[in-house]
T-cell receptor, first 112, second 113 residues
Framework: KQEVTQIPAALSVPEGENLVLNCSFTDSAIYNLQWFRQDPGKGLTSLLLIQSSQREQTSGRLNASLDKSSGRSTLYIAASQPGDSATYLCAVRPSGFQKLVFGTGTRLLVSP | DAGVIQSPRHEVTEMGQEVTLRCKPISGHNSLFWYRQTMMRGLELLIYFNNNVPIDDSGMPEDRFSAKMPNASFSTLKIQPSEPRDSAVYFC???????????FGPGTRLTVL
C-alpha cells in the first residue's frame, strides 16, 4: 500500500528565504506526482505535475524534483513571500491506478 | 473556464437527514473524482468516474454513501442517512486525460450535528 509522508509538518521562515519541502513515498511504482497548495478554507490549487519519466518541473519561483528510485520529491521555493503562506500537499498516482494518494501536508508560514 | 464548480459550499444538517453534494466538472474533462478531507485521515478518494461510468468505488465508506454521474457535466454524492462522523470537506476533482493533472473544486464543508 502506497504511503506518502511530508516533512516537516510545519515551517516558519522570514520573507526572502529559499526553502525546501520534502515528500517521500513508499512504493516507487508511480505514474506521476503532483504538488498542490491549499489555502485555509479553500480548495487545492495544482502547482506542478511531474511524470514518472521526468526528473524535475519548474514554474516561476517553484521547482519540483523527483527521484523515483529513492521514493523522494522536493519542492523548492525561491525568494519566499508572505503570499506563499499555505499548506503544501504532495500526491502520488500509483502505477495502475487513477487515484491520487496524498501526504499530510506541510504548513508554511512566511513572515514579512 | 470557471473551473470545477461545487455546491453547496457549506452544509449544516442534523443526523439522519439526507445530504446531496453537487459537482460540475470542467468542460471536456472525462474523469471525475470525489475526495473527502478530514483532520484525522487527510484527503482520501471516495469514488472515481471515467466517461460517466463509476470505475473505482472502493473508497466509499459504507452503503449510506452513493454517487452518480448522469451526464458529462454533472455528478452528485449523496449521504443517506447522514451521521456526525461524516462531517468533513468533500472535494470534487476532474481531469482531462490520463496524462494530465487533477483540478480540484472549492469543496463542500459538511457539518452533521
Amino acid at each position: 500500500k502506497q504511503e506518502v509522508t511530508q516533512i516537516p509538518a510545519a515551517l516558519s521562515v522570514p520573507e526572502g528565504e529559499n526553502l525546501v519541502l520534502n515528500c517521500s513515498f513508499t512504493d516507487s511504482a508511480i505514474y506521476n506526482l503532483q504538488w498542490f497548495r491549499q489555502d485555509p478554507g479553500k480548495g487545492l490549487t495544482s502547482l506542478l505535475l511531474i511524470q514518472s519519466s521526468q526528473r524535475e518541473q519548474t514554474s516561476g519561483r517553484l521547482n519540483a524534483s523527483l527521484d523515483k528510485s529513492s521514493g523522494r520529491s522536493t519542492l523548492y521555493i525561491a525568494a519566499s513571500q508572505p503570499g506563499d503562506s499555505a499548506t503544501y500537499l504532495c500526491a502520488v498516482r500509483p502505477s495502475g491506478f487513477q487515484k491520487l494518494v496524498f501526504g499530510t501536508g506541510t504548513r508554511l508560514l512566511v513572515s514579512p | 473556464d470557471a473551473g470545477v464548480i461545487q455546491s453547496p459550499r457549506h452544509e449544516v444538517t442534523e443526523m439522519g437527514q439526507e445530504v446531496t453534494l453537487r459537482c460540475k466538472p470542467i468542460s471536456g474533462h472525462n474523469s471525475l473524482f470525489w475526495y473527502r478531507q478530514t483532520m484525522m485521515r487527510g484527503l482520501e478518494l471516495l469514488i472515481y468516474f471515467n466517461n460517466n461510468v463509476p470505475i473505482d468505488d472502493s473508497g466509499m465508506p459504507e452503503d449510506r454513501f452513493s454517487a452518480k454521474m448522469p451526464n458529462a457535466s454533472f455528478s452528485t454524492l449523496k449521504i443517506q442517512p447522514s451521521e456526525p462522523r461524516d462531517s468533513a470537506v468533500y472535494f470534487c476533482a476532474t481531469r482531462g486525460s490520463s496524462y494530465n493533472e487533477q483540478f480540484f473544486g472549492p469543496g463542500t464543508r459538511l457539518t452533521v450535528l
